[in-house]
Each structure stands twice: as C-alpha cells, then as structure tokens.
Antibody, heavy 118, light 108 residues
Framework: QVQLVESGGGVVQPGRSLRVSCAASGFTFSSHGMHWVRQAPGKGLEWVAVISYDGSNKYYADSVKGRFTISRDNSKNTMYMQMNSLRAEDTAVYYC???????????WGQGTLVTVSS | EIVMTQSPATLSVSPGERATLSCRASQSVSSDLAWYQQKPGQAPRLLIYGASTRATGIPARFSGSGSGTEFTLTISSLQSEDFAVYYCQQCNNWPPLTFGGGTKVEIK
C-alpha cells in the first residue's frame, strides 16, 4: 500500500532554514508527480509546490516562491522541501502528497509540523 | 488564480440524515473538481475526483455532482465516522491548485 512518511519538522527561528523530507513506498515513485501541501494551525489547506515525476518541472505558490525549493531523489524514493528565510506565517503542518494525475491529490502523508518562532 | 468558496462553513446534521455541501469556483473548472475529507488530527483523504467519481474504497453514500462553477457533495445518510471537515479543490487551471475554505459537518 502507498506510504508517505514526512520528517524533518521542528521549531526554527524566523529567517532561518529547514529541510523536510518525504519517504515514499508502495508505488513506483519515479513515475509520479509529487506535491507539498500545508495547513496552518486551525486553518484550511494551502498548496505549496509540485514536482514532476523526473524533477524537470517545478511550480510554487506565490507565498513561497524564491524561498522554498522542492526536489526529489528517485534513487532514494524521497522528496524534499528546502525552506529558507522562514517566517512566522510559514508555521504549519506540511503534508507530502502523491499526484494521482492532473492535480488530483491521491494520497497524503501524515504530515510534519514546522513551527517558526523566536 | 481560481478562488474556491464553500458553504456553509458549518453544517449541523443528525446521524442518518442527508448532508449537502456546496462549492463554487470563481470561473469554470469544467469537471476538474475533487473533494477531500479530513478528520481531527488526520491527513486529508480523497473522496471524489472528476466532480463525481468516487475514489477507491469510498462508500456509495458519498456522491458528487456539478460542473462549471457549481458543485455539490452529498452524504446520503450520515454515519458517525462522517463527521469531519470537507474540502473541495480545483485542478483545472493550475498551478496553483486551490482549495475551498472547508465545511465542517458536526453532530446536531
């Protein structure tokens, strides 16, 4: 069965950096686009970024463009999000998600909490 | 960017009753509309895609309808496990993917 396991969350000061990871299993990772979606405490869902199956195409929400970088290592079945210049408003649970085709988010991980606070 | 608006924000329903949730897009998204269910402390789960196709393992009491800018998620007879927050999401014109603000279905 599909499993997506996020890691790397934690408490970080404003302006600092953090990298979160997503380990995938149960499907052919190298054949599927992958997303990051976040959810601030008590709030709704916000799409953050997507990466194509081979890593050649990447797109970002305006709110993180220029600060966050999505990447993947298909040899390790792992996706990453490098988050730089973090702000308080980036505080959220970050979900890794598998694209089911054309932007349908088919499977979600359990999420990793990133807290930006001094 | 396509803005998705869900109504109502909260829906109070008794177990066994029907629940009808609405989602409106700021411009046509054809049938490129998905619904997700999220329970407290859990990740979202895909319920419906293509506006009306149930995802794998989703019970038949969940149904979706609509096209263009107006969509509906209907839960025909609410079970205890259905009390949750429901989100719609368009995947017609992206990036960005955009979600509605959610409808919380609570026990009346």
């Amino acid at each position: 069965q599909v499993q997506l396991v996020e890691s790397g969350g934690g408490v970080v000061q404003p302006g600092r950096s953090l990298r979160v990871s997503c380990a995938a299993s149960g499907f052919t990772f190298s054949s599927h686009g992958m997303h990051w979606v976040r959810q601030a405490p008590g709030k709704g869902l916000e799409w953050v970024a997507v990466i194509s199956y081979d890593g050649s195409n990447k797109y970002y929400a305006d709110s993180v463009k220029g600060r966050f970088t999505i990447s993947r290592d298909n040899s390790k079945n792992t996706m990453y999000m490098q988050m730089n210049s973090l702000r308080a408003e980036d505080t959220a649970v970050y979900y890794c998600a598998k694209d089911g085709g054309s932007g349908i988010i088919e499977y979600w991980g359990q999420g990793t909490l990133v807290t930006v606070s001094s | 960017e396509i803005v998705m608006t869900q109504s109502p924000a909260t829906l109070s329903v008794s177990p066994g009753e029907r629940a009808t949730l609405s989602c409106r897009a700021s411009q046509s998204v054809s049938s490129d509309l998905a619904w997700y269910q999220q329970k407290p402390g859990q990740a979202p789960r895909l319920l419906i895609y293509g506006a009306s196709t149930r995802a794998t393992g989703i019970p038949a009491r969940f149904s979706g309808s609509g096209s263009g800018t107006e969509f509906t998620l209907t839960i025909s007879s609410l079970q205890s496990e259905d009390f949750a927050v429901y989100y719609c999401q368009q995947c017609n014109n992206w990036p960005p993917l955009t979600f509605g603000g959610g409808t919380k279905v609570e026990i009346k």
